[in-house]
DNA sequence: ATAGTCTGTTACCGATCGGTAACATTGCTG
DNA sequence: CAGCAATGTTACCGATCGGTAACAGACTAT
């Protein structure tokens, strides 16, 4: 693989002319954070190196090794990260609709189809992870896996509220259609792929669980 | 006749027929290539390296690089080797139901989840494919995206073919809950996650699709 | 001014990556 | 048997990987 990642930019030499405010603790590492999350969401873990990373943040390998114990912890850290965003994100499409269980699923829906018409949208980054990591990274793994118990349990929890007659399989219908939408985004461009049609189905499919047995 | 000489043969793309003696012994390339499909897709592109894929099939990266002229080249043809797979895969369950379409969709759903039972189920391959590989490498993405496409055409006929006053809805719907199954079955073992789930949904978003306007 | 903390810089380490040269060995075939 | 193509073996290359040591400078607090 000898192709040069063009996305990568090697770090143009800014004097960093950021005056240190009274409170701030390590701006290193949170430049360094926030570039090497949005490296890894953009090129996949095993496709950034740290020397790219801190280049990108216009710092040094040295200085990463000084904020983080390893790569692998950074890699931990950026999962951590992304379920806190991909939860915080959840619950405010949620919010809207306190009482009304199917209305939120709708939401959810909606909120994802808006996040998947931004440019730099690639799926879902903890999917993604599952498909670098392979089985026996333990630590790695069983993150990325609680996270998709949850969502299953929560789209399970709101089936239920629904009055859902099989409130597990309405639930696992909507992740499979969550899931679709993110898998798709990565190949599909912009707003031309399948995930245009989540909505509709997803009515179709709570309807049907809702009728009458 | 085709068979790569020992000189450089640049800008032809090998088939990747599978060469045998006469006697019918694999040779070396197709050992390679056998090996490099299998840690491809349960370890990921860029988790694997040439001389692991040597090794594992018994053999060395000197004669690894006698029959392949670079690793991308290797990647590639694994990549059209399992598109290759999934049509043939994709056509046997189909055929049982010549002018059913819609029994075609429900036997590529149970078909599916058969496949989702075996151990070595990772998914997807060629939508894995694109969660590592960057769009600035075109051969790759090029082809994992026209696999995609032609997902969606396949489904968007059988779509058209039931009657369905929005074919096109019908099988984007389709493909996310078809894709949805590959992508969470990368973590949810066996037979215990959401893609269970997949046909009663498939069968409900169909129906509603058919139903009257 | 002094001390201490944070950061940048350079150089380096061992391992592994993709890829190649040179040679030894096997095995088939005329 | 000879000849030849396919394969195995070893060693090597430059680049990059994750990770570290040592030193120089900038900044803050006292």
Redesign the interface.
């Known amino acids: 693989?000898?192709?040069e990642?063009?996305?990568i930019s090697r770090g143009g030499e800014q004097p960093t002319s950021i005056t240190c405010t009274p409170g701030g603790k390590s701006r290193v590492r949170d430049r360094i954070f926030e570039t090497a999350c949005d490296l890894f969401y953009?090129?996949?873990i095993?496709?950034v190196g740290v020397d790219a990373i801190a280049a990108e943040a216009g710092s040094n390998k040295m200085s990463f090794y000084r904020s983080f114990e390893s790569k692998d912890a950074l890699v931990t850290a950026y999962l951590r990260e992304q379920e806190r965003e991909y939860w915080a994100w959840w619950d405010t499409a949620v919010a809207r609709f306190p009482d009304n269980p199917r209305r939120q699923v709708e939401a959810l829906f909606e909120a994802q189809l808006e996040i998947a018409k931004s440019t730099h949208c690639r799926?879902c980054a903890l999917?993604?992870a599952?498909?670098?990591i392979?089985d026996d990274e333990d630590v790695l793994s069983n993150l990325?896996?609680a996270y998709?118990e949850q969502v299953?349990n929560r789209l399970h929890a709101m089936a239920h509220a629904m009055g859902a007659h099989?409130a597990?399989?309405?639930?696992?219908?909507l992740?499979?259609?969550?899931?679709?939408?993110?898998?798709?985004r990565?190949?599909?461009p912009l707003g031309s792929?399948?995930?245009?049609?989540?909505l509709?189905?997803v009515r179709?499919?709570i309807?049907?669980?809702l009728a009458a047995d």
Chains 1, 2 share one sequence.
Do not use: Q
Request: no cysteine.
């Open positions: 693989m000898n192709s990642k063009s996305g953009r090129h996949g095993h496709g799926g999917g993604n599952a498909v670098e392979s990325v896996r998709k299953r099989d597990a399989g309405l639930g696992d219908a992740m499979l259609l969550l899931d679709g939408g993110y898998f798709t990565l190949v599909f792929g399948p995930i245009s049609a989540a509709p189905a179709a499919v309807d049907a669980y």
